[in-house]
């Protein structure tokens, strides 16, 4: 079965039963897409804005989505986690080039418990975890030999023993209230399937739009 025969099975169940669960439709997309892309399927653009207005845009990890949103987690010291806590909305895309498929989604932006970002953390190599103490994202570097010397201290500082989530180091889930599902077609003439509802946790309606 080629690509555009696993799109129309797609799109059928958004129709569907899909139609009044978009998270079900995500779940087949998705693991559609850890089976073409070679790497990072779960990655994802992040827009926020600064307090002018002006959007910012830069590639994330989709770590997580349930009923309750879609998880990513960041140092919130970094231009994204300033532009979060200004203004607690965003949008993301997810672009799969193997499949000719996207997801949009848009809506409000609450933190993960620490709970959470906890359990995150400590599933991290523990050199990732070494480097979100080392490195004060989004500042100024006067050179790359800076940062190799924070990180040689920060593991001199932890030696072999555990390493604790760094208290600037949080999860953030977008609450969606719009969904987009693209795909592809000849001539250009697109599928769009919306779903968009009023708050999170509020039923979803369905439509389609022209290309």
């Given at each position: 079965?080629?690509?555009?025969?696993?799109?129309?099975?797609?799109?059928?169940?958004?129709?569907?039963?899909?139609?009044?669960?978009?998270?079900?439709?995500?779940?087949?997309?998705?693991?559609?897409?850890?089976?073409?892309?070679?790497?990072?399927?779960?990655?994802?653009?992040?827009?926020?804005?600064?307090?002018?207005?002006?959007?910012?845009?830069?590639?994330?990890?989709?770590?997580?989505?349930?009923?309750?949103?879609?998880?990513?987690?960041?140092?919130?010291?970094?231009?994204?986690?300033?532009?979060?806590?200004?203004?607690?909305?965003?949008?993301?895309?997810?672009?799969?080039?193997?499949?000719?498929?996207?997801?949009?989604?848009?809506?409000?932006?609450?933190?993960?418990?620490?709970?959470?970002?906890?359990?995150?953390?400590?599933?991290?190599?523990?050199?990732?975890?070494?480097?979100?103490?080392?490195?004060?994202?989004?500042?100024?570097?006067?050179?790359?030999?800076?940062?190799?010397?924070?990180?040689?201290?920060?593991?001199?500082?932890?030696?072999?023993?555990?390493?604790?989530?760094?208290?600037?180091?949080?999860?953030?889930r977008l609450q969606p209230t719009y969904m987009e599902f693209w795909m592809d077609k000849p001539f250009r003439l697109h599928d769009r399937l919306v779903f968009e509802r009023?708050?999170?946790?509020?039923?979803?309606?369905?439509?389609?739009?022209?290309?």
């Amino acid at each position: 079965m080629d690509v555009l025969d696993d799109t129309e099975i797609a799109f059928d169940a958004g129709e569907g039963i899909g139609g009044e669960d978009p998270l079900s439709l995500f779940a087949e997309w998705l693991k559609l897409a850890e089976s073409k892309e070679i790497n990072d399927a779960n990655a994802m653009a992040l827009a926020t804005c600064d307090k002018t207005g002006l959007p910012n845009v830069r590639m994330v990890l989709l770590k997580g989505f349930d009923a309750g949103g879609f998880s990513f987690y960041t140092n919130a010291e970094s231009q994204k986690g300033g532009e979060l806590a200004g203004n607690m909305q965003a949008a993301v895309v997810l672009h799969w080039k193997s499949l000719r498929r996207q997801v949009r989604l848009r809506g409000r932006i609450v933190p993960v418990t620490d709970n959470e970002a906890d359990a995150y953390f400590d599933t991290r190599p523990r050199a990732s975890r070494i480097g979100a103490w080392a490195s004060q994202q989004s500042r100024p570097l006067e050179s790359r030999l800076a940062l190799q010397r924070a990180v040689v201290q920060e593991s001199a500082r932890f030696a072999i023993g555990p390493i604790p989530r760094p208290p600037h180091w949080r999860g953030y889930r977008l609450q969606p209230t719009y969904m987009e599902f693209w795909m592809d077609k000849p001539f250009r003439l697109h599928d769009r399937l919306v779903f968009e509802r009023d708050t999170p946790g509020s039923s979803w309606g369905s439509r389609k739009l022209f290309p």
